[in-house]
């Protein structure tokens, strides 16, 4: 197989329900990949939280989110990105900390991804926002 091969490329709008399209795609690489019953049901909840959050917090002008698939040796790598608005990690971390003190419901997305993958990185600008999430065999 070529490395080219070995990436695939899925972009969605923001639009209710779309996320289940990424998870189906997630199903197949990640079966393509061999992995895991447990290990694939763990991704598609990771994704479908990623996938939500951009829809819902980025004001993405182009109403589109973008989701690519790196299969790796011993890994899978999935960046949701975005041309939203961007924001400060920071900040909207202490603004749930708070949130959660107060026994608010909401704001566990990112906490859910961290819990399910072995790796989450958030890169936010102006530009956009990447989430990169790694699921290793």
Excluded: Y
């Amino acid at each position: 197989m070529s490395e080219k091969s070995r990436a695939v490329d899925l972009k969605i709008p923001i639009l209710p329900e779309m996320e289940l399209t990424a998870t189906q795609t997630a199903e197949a690489v990640a079966r393509f990949m061999k992995l895991d019953a447990d290990k694939i049901e763990e991704i598609k909840l990771a994704l479908i939280e990623a996938c939500i959050n951009a829809a819902e917090h980025s004001k993405s002008p182009d109403g589109r989110i973008s989701i690519n698939f790196e299969i790796g040796a011993d890994q899978l790598t999935i960046r949701i990105i975005d041309q939203g608005q961007g924001f400060d990690l920071r900040k909207v971390q202490e603004e749930l900390r708070q949130r959660r003190e107060q026994g608010k419901r909401r704001g566990w997305g990112l906490a859910i991804m961290k819990e399910l993958m072995d790796e989450v990185r958030v890169e936010s600008t102006e530009q956009g926002t990447t989430v990169t999430m790694v699921k290793r065999r």
